[in-house]
């Protein structure tokens, strides 16, 4: 079973493992069967949704509400992330050029509204700012937080893809602390360990959430030189800790990190959402660990 832990110390409990749901509209399920799925990873205890308002070219939010209103009672069992500021060049906005970001106070009420409508509920709990914004302004951004937080349709805030000079800035305009930042941990590109970003959360006793930890499916099919030598390092280890698969050892693999990282999963088959749960028993060593790291960078540790 999936425990709860906290993001931040004293702060609300979301599940150790996240179902990620920007694949939704490719899924190609009723909303019945979008119910059925998430109601099968709650009882795993995979309680925590992630979601974006961009997700799925403005969809994604829409297809999970649209579920979730069958059976309103469902909120009361889960977390729900949701994420705003990048500005996505769509048929439903024609007269955007460019893909752009957009930090400004009005577009954030403006965004959480939106996913508010989309996703049928009342509130989110947590509000997550997608990408760096160079035009961020921290004091409006923290403008919008705080108006949001009192109006009640946002518990807690965070950010995502931010570097520990970003989140600082931000963080210091804000009363209440940013409970996370949500970046890419994967065997193929783990930046966040080197660059101060977990060193960060670490110090801080943040959680950060791990998006992409099975790197897109490079990991299983990719030919370069990289992706096949840490396919068959994981595999190797695969075969020595008795996992099912290598997603088992990778999602081992990124909570093995100290910052103890949530990770989430992108597959809208129950079956894989189990085969992660599974992968909560995989304890793997040091060197097993920097096995991984040794394939990934093509060199031994310094």
Known sequence: MVAKVELIPSGQKFSELVQGYWRLADWRMNPQERLSFLKQHIELGVTTVDHADIYGNYSCEQLFGEALALDPSVREHIEIVTKCDINLCSDLVPERKINHYDTSKQHIVNSVNNSLSRLQVENIDVLLIHRPDVLMDADEVAEAFAELKQQGKVNHF????????????????????????????????????????????QMKRIKPMAWSCLGGG??????????????????????????????QVIYAWVRRLPSNPLPIIGSGKIERVQAAVEALDINLTREQWYRVWVASKGHGVP
């Open 158 to 201: 965070g950010v995502s893809n931010f570097t520990p000079s970003q989140f600082e800035l931000l963080q210091s305009r804000l009363d209440a602390p940013l409970v996370t930042n949500q970046v890419e941990i994967n065997p193929l590109n783990f930046d966040v360990a080197h660059d101060g970003t977990l060193d960060q959360l």
């Open 218 to 247: 490079a990991i299983f099919s990719g030919q370069s030189e990289q992706q096949v030598r840490v396919r068959h390092e994981l595999d190797v280890i695969r075969e020595e800790v008795g996992a099912q698969s290598i997603d």
